[in-house]
């Protein structure tokens, strides 16, 4: 029996990666220069079908770099002097949060307690922002953020600069790149790779902020500032030796959802968001965690075990579902599950009848 992995990251892997990776062996992709041409040829497919998937314009950056996490760290680098302002429900929102502490700006913060959204409407943010940091999908809770909403706060504030975690949400939420200025996001939800490789996007607006902190000499980074980024990215390169086979095969996967629609994907990802829901509203024991209907995430499911997750844990993994525990503190009585392209309506089905 073959596992069916519905963790939130890693998770299922994509069911071409295998082809994928022999194909990138049989043309030496592990073994190829980062300053040959044909490296320059993969990083540039690669952010042509990316674009393309997810609808990033044309003038806009596409960075490759380590994990989501970094990019947390490179965007407070590179975008803030003194003051960002955070949207917190979770423990990664609080990371984004806790990193600009760490590099010893002076954050503010919105925070709402685990399981909950947001009153964007009655959130003032303050003058002296300079960057306004959302998760658009939390993955530690399950809350996502409407981008309607992300909409409404820029236009209050045109002139901050505004920045999305997309990490477990991409490539399902759409963005809307008018009112975003930087997202970033990692390859083992979404797009069912292996961890290893996170995808910063940015546009001319935070280039430019980081040209002016580091002409004011404000410490923005060394090797991977957003100049030194662009430099390279501009003639389809990264700053140091780059993991080669995951851009690869980052594009061959953009490449098959492209073909396969972006659309279609969007409404085979709410279908079985809705079943799982429907049947947690109706289940006498196991409740979804997030109350309110308009917050609750599409891509993770995250439910109440009032007798502990590992029993319930124990009970898929027989039938060769694995799913993921709670985080954190939650970690003992919460079921996570992913919902990502990978994931299919029958397998979703099983896991189901098995908790019913």
Not at 19 to 48: C, M, P, Q, W
Not at 65 to 92: D, Q, R, Y
Not at 209 to 224: D, P, T, Y
Request: hydrophobic content about 40%; overall charge positive; proline content about 4%.
């Amino acid at each position: 029996m073959r596992n069916i992995f519905f963790t939130v990251g890693p998770t299922q892997i994509h069911p071409k990666l295998g082809t994928f990776l022999n194909d990138g062996l049989k043309k030496g992709v592990y073994s190829i220069s980062h300053r040959g041409r044909e490296f320059g040829r993969i990083f540039a497919h690669t952010v042509s079908s990316l674009k393309k998937l997810l609808n990033v314009p044309r003038d806009s950056h596409v960075f490759f770099i380590g994990s989501a996490t970094e990019a947390m760290e490179l965007i407070i680098e590179n975008c803030v002097e003194n003051k960002s302002f955070h949207f917190v429900n979770g423990a990664f929102s609080k990371r984004f949060f806790l990193t600009a502490k760490e590099l010893l700006k002076h954050p503010e913060a919105c925070t709402v307690p685990a399981g909950e959204g947001f009153d964007f409407a009655g959130v003032k943010i303050p003058k002296s922002a300079e960057l306004v940091c959302f998760t658009q999908n939390e993955t530690s809770t399950g809350v996502m953020v409407e981008m309607k909403d992300v909409r409404t706060l820029k236009k209050r504030n045109p002139n901050k600069l505004f920045a999305v975690d997309i990490v477990s949400s991409t490539p399902y939420a759409p963005v809307d790149w008018s009112v975003v200025d930087c997202a970033f996001f990692s390859v083992q939800k979404g797009f069912g790779m292996p961890s290893g490789l996170g995808v910063l996007i940015v546009n001319n607006r935070c280039i430019k902020r980081a040209e002016e902190l580091h002409g004011n000499r404000v410490n923005i980074g060394s090797f991977h500032n957003f100049p030194t980024l662009l430099k390279y990215a501009r003639k389809n390169q990264t700053p140091e030796t780059p993991n080669a086979m995951a851009i690869y095969i980052l594009g061959r996967i953009c490449d098959s959802y492209n073909k396969y629609g972006i659309e279609k994907i969007r409404k085979e990802t709410e279908s079985r968001a809705t079943a799982m829901y429907d049947f947690f509203d109706k289940h006498s024991a196991y409740k979804p965690f997030v109350k309110n209907k308009k917050w609750r995430s599409k891509t993770v499911v995250v439910f109440n075990t009032p007798n502990g997750s590992a029993s319930v844990i124990k009970k898929l993994e027989k039938h060769g579902h694995i799913v993921g525990a709670g985080y954190g503190e939650f970690e003992a009585h919460h079921i996570r599950v992913g919902n990502f392209p990978m994931h299919k309506m029958g397998d979703v089905k099983k896991v189901l009848k098995i908790l019913g």
